[in-house]
């Protein structure tokens, strides 16, 4: 988000929206916010219908493929999700969010580091995302890493690509200050931007990296 854009996209316009229109917004919008209307008067009469019949629904039943679909992504590309698929129980759709997102690798792991290490702040890079850290890396990032199959079901390709497709491989680590790769790239129209590039930030990095 810029100082005077806000870029908002709306991925659903009814409960059983097609999702390829979602996926593709948030993979090509450059979107601040993906916006899910998902309710209607009928909607949520079956929904209050549905959680009569049982107190843990009640819910969008779409909920769980569209957000398994969409976290990752939004996580990526650094877009917010405003949905209101909880329909006429918002407190489960909230629960069942999470444990999908913890389930994907979402948010968990960042926070367990944080306690864990009691580092108040972490960032995060991937292999790829700056010229002095090349996607070949991945290899050696695999290796470190042991059997990552076995692991986590992950899989690195010969083309550098890990299966299943939209995982994420990178590193975290301690700063007292906001960093994102994207302030050192200054290609401009770059769909996954996460920040605006930063000129000074550039100049003072590869400068010092350029001194003898």
Not at 47 to 62: L, Q, T, V
Not at 127 to 140: F, I, M, N, Y
Request: one cysteine or more; glycine letters at 8%.
């Amino acid at each position: 988000m810029s100082a005077d854009v806000l870029r908002i996209g709306c991925g659903a316009g009814f409960a059983a929206d097609r999702l390829d229109a979602a996926v593709e917004l948030v993979e090509r919008g450059r979107l601040d916010w993906l916006v899910l209307e998902c309710l209607g008067e009928r909607t949520l009469a079956f929904a209050h219908r549905d959680r009569r019949a049982d107190p843990a629904r009640g819910y969008n039943p779409w909920l769980e493929r569209r957000m398994r679909a969409l976290l990752p992504l939004c996580r990526e590309r650094g877009t917010r999700l405003l949905s209101n698929m909880g329909a006429a129980n918002p407190r489960a759709a909230g629960e069942a969010t999470v444990r999908i997102a913890r389930a994907l690798g979402l948010g968990g792991l960042r926070a367990h580091l944080s306690e864990r290490f009691a580092v108040p702040q972490l960032m995060v890079m991937n292999p790829g995302s700056l010229a002095d850290w090349p996607l070949r890396e991945q290899r050696a990032l695999f290796r470190l890493l042991g059997d990552v199959e076995a692991a986590v079901g992950v899989t690195l390709t010969p083309s550098l690509l890990m299966t299943p497709t939209k995982s994420v491989s990178g590193i975290f680590f301690p700063s007292e200050e906001t960093f994102a790769s994207c302030q050192l790239c200054p290609r401009e129209a770059c769909p996954n931007r996460r920040a605006p590039y930063d000129p000074e930030l550039f100049a003072k990095k590869y400068a010092r990296m350029e001194t003898p």
